[in-house]
């Protein structure tokens, strides 16, 4: 009897914590990201400079079939990598040179421009490969903690609403 009257009192408080949890997780929690910074006036001016390096990248954009298995083919893609790299590249000078105002900012934003210069840094290497290759090597992008880097620094991009400083899918084809 005091079993099965304790077990039923016991049942009952976890289900009234669980019910708690979730009136809290749906009514009180904070709903801010992580990656949210509050320098407005930064954030668009990193915009502008990633639009421009986009720009640049889409008037390199040649929509023909590429052979995997020629080598001109895939020094002439090495050619282009290498100058969509170089554009963004130039964005992310930029965008390192500029600070943002808020602490936030100030922590998160050379996190960011480094796990950035590490995606840069997977490009050139690919481009490399490109240069040699007799068939078109897999692009491989370096890791954190199990993420793809591009992931990272996409997600940082959207959650501060700087949809065009998310890694470019150019190499993905």
């Not at 990633?50 to 954009?61: G, V």
């Not at 600070?99 to 934003?109: M, N, R, S, T």
């Not at 990272?152 to 959207?158: T, V």
Request: hydrophobic share 45%; net charge positive; with cysteine.
């Amino acid at each position: 009897m005091f079993l099965h009257r304790f077990t039923r009192i016991l049942l009952t408080a976890i289900c009234v914590v669980i019910a708690g949890m979730w009136v809290y997780a749906f009514g009180f929690a904070p709903r801010e990201s992580f990656n949210k910074i509050n320098d407005s006036a930064w954030q668009v001016r990193s915009q502008a400079h990633c639009k421009a390096a986009e720009d640049i990248r889409f008037s390199f954009q040649d929509l023909t079939p590429m052979k995997a298995n020629d080598p001109s083919a895939l020094k002439a893609k090495a050619k282009l990598v290498d100058a969509a790299t170089d554009a963004l590249e130039a964005a992310i000078n930029l965008i390192a040179a500029d600070k943002p105002a808020d602490a936030k900012g100030q922590e998160l934003v050379p996190k960011w421009i480094a796990d950035y210069r590490t995606y840069i840094s997977d490009r050139r290497a690919f481009a490399k490969a490109l240069q040699s290759a007799t068939t078109r090597p897999f692009f491989a992008e370096s890791e954190v903690e199990g993420v793809p880097i591009s992931e990272r620094i996409s997600k940082f991009a959207r959650e501060n609403d700087m949809k065009t400083c998310q890694t470019p899918y150019d190499l993905s084809v």
